[in-house]
């Protein structure tokens, strides 16, 4: 853990260190990656096969690559009621706030009589990617299928490796509570391959979304432009501003939250008390003591984790705004003031009673979230991953008369003349 | 040129091969683009100074790669007050679309007590790449640089190249139209590199756009992630669905706009009508005799032009949504009640007086499209891509009580127990 004081004279670089790229730039997996997707374009189900024997010690025919109905129902029902009805809570809250989400379509006409608008529409198919194994998170196929259900997508296919075969009861429970029926026992590059390009058993999808492995992120890197992507996720992180009327101990719970995902993952605390932050640090350690996941979350904080002194809240601010972090909690007493201040952060956590966990799961946004600064760049996963935009226009003869000249001067100065031509023909006939 | 008739036996097969990617896959700049880059990244303005003599054919000091106010003044002053005033008319046209365009905040509280949001924001720097020489187009300064400012965007920097020290000076008025003041006369995968990391004289930017040769592709391909940046263009296409009733030479001169783009252009009309068909494919031929720029047109239309003739409008729309077009122009008397059935394509033009040149520059909704089919799950450029969302999640005990039991079971089942801790203390407390 580094503790930074903006007192500090070392300060700036203290926080440009802190700040500097920690996404990995490695690439070591590419040539791998490009032989799998090329054998799986090639040879289709036979390399799914192949690959599926190979690095999830499974034989299985083709058409056994998908799960049957039978299968996701017998595992979808071994899931306690209590637990079920948990994810119920956080799929209905997630779709209602996905579905408040949808934009309005434009349809207009203007002051020179062109009608102009635009359309949202949504993608026709979809593809899920759902890591195998310990990062299995039933919270994330709600927060990816969800969406694409409300933006409007019709066909929802999803991958998900099944080691040595065995599958994930809360894993498929989610998917069915989506309504995602068409599911293939299939990871790696070749689930990526597969929904890209289509094989004999599995058609082709627009789009590709969900967390993975490298191979997998390398993956969808290598298939982007023939299908969208959502963003590659980088480790995660979070900042909490507090000030010093909260419990330590919940602002080190708070960080350790985020700790424990990932040894890469980064928890910050920013507060203008510097001894809240020595009784949070305190806290941190004797949380760490009875932590089940202590490994992962010492490493966390001991390499990422910070504390950052502050003068106030508008130099908190400023620095919030530098690190433009996925999460960031506000445990303060008006959270909103505060907030108007920032403007770079995935997800905003406003109150004492709301932690970061509350979005993990049943606060309805979404919990996929740009990284490692990308949020001076980039949202969240929504709706909008969903759907697209068609432009339209239309024009009648009075209308082109307006605008048509200005279109053939700038055609000609581009030397188009073509586009002049289509233009000036018909303001021609126009006149006549 | 191609025709094809969905009468015809072999029609799927016809349909299949014109839809085959013709996105070029090859990657063979990356290798070159990856050492300008790092040697952009590691020595700075001196790069930037090596490359612009090397490429560009000119030597200057480092801070003299910004384009004066002075310069641009004289520039500008050189473009004729009459193509002035149609620049006019297309920014003053393209902001008002744009500004309708901007999207609303999302701020409610729910049934349980939560309140929930969501704010976009706009990117605090934005560079926008123009390119140099015959595909100088100042429409797409217009069309790149009017949205980010739409969107509140505080700085745009722009890097144009200037070959032989040659300064364009459409471009550089229509820059200066947009409010753009911050200009280098830099170009290629260096200039994306100096706007990505930023050098002594360029502050690095957020997110970069703009259209550019492989160099420069490659490069926004190398540094996203980094920065964001706006799609990869492919080659442009047009599909134009006419009747019987329109003008041949009107048909085959909007074709022939698409087709003088580029020799990978695609142009494709589709019709029941195969007299018609007829027509203007001899059209297309008498209009090649005069056209200047014959060369390009006549190889694009020989390539990878196409007729295809239908039965109905039906059948042209599922094609249609087969194609996904980046330009679709509907040449008939109820243009709406076709495009209706258009559920994939990057811009829609319609009725008979509405080329897809209006688009270009006067219409209004941008001209940077999805290419290649893209439009399945791509949009064109617009605000969105210069604002960026944060959700909020606000709760108080009441709210917590209701939602952060479920949280709780689903952080327990994912075995992530601090978030469990995270809202069960605070669960605790609120009881005590």
Same mark, same amino acid.
């Given at each position: 853990?580094?503790?930074?004081?903006?007192?500090?004279?070392?300060?700036?670089?203290?926080?440009?260190?802190?700040?500097?790229?920690?996404?990995?730039?490695?690439?070591?997996?590419?040539?791998?990656? #490009?032989?799998?997707?090329?054998?799986?374009?090639?040879?289709?189900?036979?390399?799914?096969?192949?690959?599926?024997?190979?690095?999830? #010690?499974?034989?299985?025919?083709?058409?056994?690559?998908?799960?049957?109905?039978?299968?996701?129902?017998?595992?979808?029902?071994?899931?306690?009621?209590?637990?079920?009805?948990?994810?119920?809570?956080?799929?209905?809250r997630i779709e209602a706030f996905h579905a408040a989400q949808m934009p309005k379509d434009l349809d207009f006409t203007d002051n020179e009589g062109i009608r102009l608008g635009m359309r949202w529409t949504a993608l026709d198919?979809?593809?899920?990617?759902? !890591?195998?194994?310990?990062?299995?998170? !039933?919270?994330?196929?709600?927060?990816?299928?969800? !969406?694409?259900?409300?933006?409007?997508?019709?066909?929802?296919?999803?991958?998900?490796?099944?080691?040595?075969?065995?599958?994930?009861?809360?894993?498929?429970?989610?998917?069915?509570?989506?309504?995602?029926?068409?599911?293939?026992?299939?990871?790696?590059?070749q689930a990526v391959g597969a929904m890209a390009y289509g094989t004999e058993l599995i058609a082709p999808v627009d789009r590709i979304v969900g967390p993975g492995n490298a191979f997998v992120a390398e993956a969808k890197r290598q298939v982007f432009g023939h299908v969208g992507i959502d963003s590659i996720a980088g480790p995660s992180e979070v900042v909490v501003v507090a000030d010093?009327?909260?419990?330590?101990?919940?602002?080190?719970?708070?960080?350790?939250?985020?700790?424990?995902?990932d040894e890469q993952a980064q928890a910050i605390l920013i507060t203008s008390d510097a001894a809240f932050a020595d009784a949070v640090t305190a806290a941190v350690q004797t949380e760490l003591e009875?932590?089940? #996941?202590?490994?992962?979350?010492?490493?966390?904080?001991?390499?990422?984790?910070?504390?950052?002194?502050?003068?106030?809240?508008?130099?908190?601010? #400023?620095?919030?705004?530098?690190?433009? !972090?996925?999460?960031?909690e506000v445990l303060l007493d008006e959270p909103r003031a505060f907030s108007a201040k920032v403007r770079h952060a995935g997800a905003i956590f406003m109150g004492r009673y709301c932690p970061e966990a509350v979005g993990d799961y049943v606060g309805g946004p979404n919990h996929v979230l740009p990284t490692s600064?990308?949020?001076?760049?980039?949202?969240?996963?929504?709706?909008?991953?969903?759907?697209k935009r068609t432009t339209t226009i239309e024009a009648d003869e009075a209308g082109l008369e307006k605008i048509g000249p200005a279109g053939v001067?700038?055609?000609?100065?581009?030397?188009?003349?073509?586009?002049?031509?289509?233009?000036?023909?018909r303001l021609g006939q126009i006149k006549n």
């Open positions: 853990m580094k503790r930074l004081d903006t007192l500090s004279a070392s300060f700036e670089q203290d926080l440009a260190n802190l700040l500097a790229d920690r996404s990995s730039e490695e690439r070591s997996v590419a040539e791998p990656v #490009r032989a799998i997707l090329a054998d799986v374009r090639q040879r289709g189900d036979e390399a799914l096969c192949d690959y599926t024997a190979r690095f999830d #010690r499974l034989t299985l025919p083709a058409e056994n690559l998908r799960i049957s109905a039978e299968e996701i129902a017998t595992q979808a029902d071994l899931v306690p009621s209590d637990l079920m009805d948990a994810l119920k809570t956080a799929a209905r198919a979809v593809g899920l990617y759902v !890591p195998g194994g310990k990062a299995a998170y !039933p919270s994330s196929v709600l927060m990816n299928a969800l !969406p694409a259900r409300v933006a409007g997508v019709q066909r929802v296919a999803m991958c998900v490796p099944s080691p040595d075969g065995v599958l994930n009861p809360l894993v498929l429970a989610a998917a069915r509570l989506c309504g995602v029926e068409e599911i293939y026992r299939i990871g790696g590059a010093g009327n909260n419990d330590p101990r919940l602002a080190a719970v708070d960080l350790l939250a985020q700790a424990e995902h009875t932590l089940p #996941r202590t490994a992962i979350a010492a490493k966390s904080w001991e390499d990422h984790g910070a504390v950052i002194i502050v003068r106030d809240l508008d130099e908190a601010a #400023r620095i919030v705004n530098q690190l433009a !972090p996925e999460h960031l600064r990308t949020a001076r760049f980039a949202s969240g996963l929504s709706v909008f991953d969903f759907i001067a700038l055609a000609q100065a581009e030397g188009l003349d073509a586009h002049a031509l289509s233009l000036s023909l």
